[in-house]
């Protein structure tokens, strides 16, 4: 049976799947369950904090059920086209979410602020790295999609120029998200350090904040080098091929990304420095100048 057979057939040890061996059901079963998990209780949270922006990461960890579930479906049926594409798209696709998330949150801290503390807008930066999110979704799609066709023909066909498409997709991605957590430490920096704002300088809360985001976001670079040197490798290179890596440096780093805002939740924490610093939520951001209201972001400082 071929590999890109839409059937389900027992593993044979003469035919190489598409992944160079059979995934773990019991890594699908457990990574479904965590994930399952954290999703339940950050839709549970976003409703309780009554922000709703946070529901991107229970997104987020829907996919990643999604892609999880596919890998054990492969563990019954490994030569099953349709398991092995749908993990691929799902476990790309969801930590898109979650940089979502964590655009959002800067956006706050920014709001939180004042203006002036940070040369871009917190809108901006949403717009701008999720933009670059999607270009780059885009290229690995282009990418990816190629290579699969050709890899999955009979005979194989060349999949070296897809692979290199998907390589660069995601090493854009990287870039970008290099490029945001320069940024972000940067407006931390200018924050509590230069400007020793009370709310980033003494708020407990603020800095449990800014602890589990810098963990985040180191996690995603992790993922996302990890991916790149995968890839770079080819279809059939020993890192791709090697089931072990790909739990410790995909599968792993996004779950404790995602259960660390579990137990130190964006909206409870941003809730809490809000009501510790006198910040209030504005209904509609003014179209004036930020130079001349703060008003003119989603959270501003109330006058005292």
Partial sequence: M?????????????????????????????????????????????????????????????TEVLGWAARSWSNECPYNANAFLMQICTLIIAPTFFTAGIYVILGRMIAIAGPGVSPIGPTWYLWIFCTVDVISLVIQAVGGGSAAVAFNSTPPGNTKVGTNIMVAGIDFQLASVVIFSVLFFLFLYRAAVKLSLPAFKNDKDMKLLVLVTSFSILLIIMRSIYRTVELAGGWSGHVIETERYFLALDGAPMAALVIAFNILHPGVLINRVMAHNGVSMAEKPSKRSSKSSNHDIPLSQESA
């Fill in 2 to 62: 071929a590999i890109g057979t839409t059937g389900c057939e027992a593993y044979n040890p003469l035919q190489r799947t598409a992944y160079g061996y059979v995934p773990s059901l019991a890594a699908g079963i457990v990574y479904c369950v965590l994930f399952g998990l954290s999703m339940f209780f950050h839709v549970f949270q976003a409703i309780k904090t009554r922000a709703l922006w946070n529901l991107v990461f229970a997104i987020g960890c829907l």
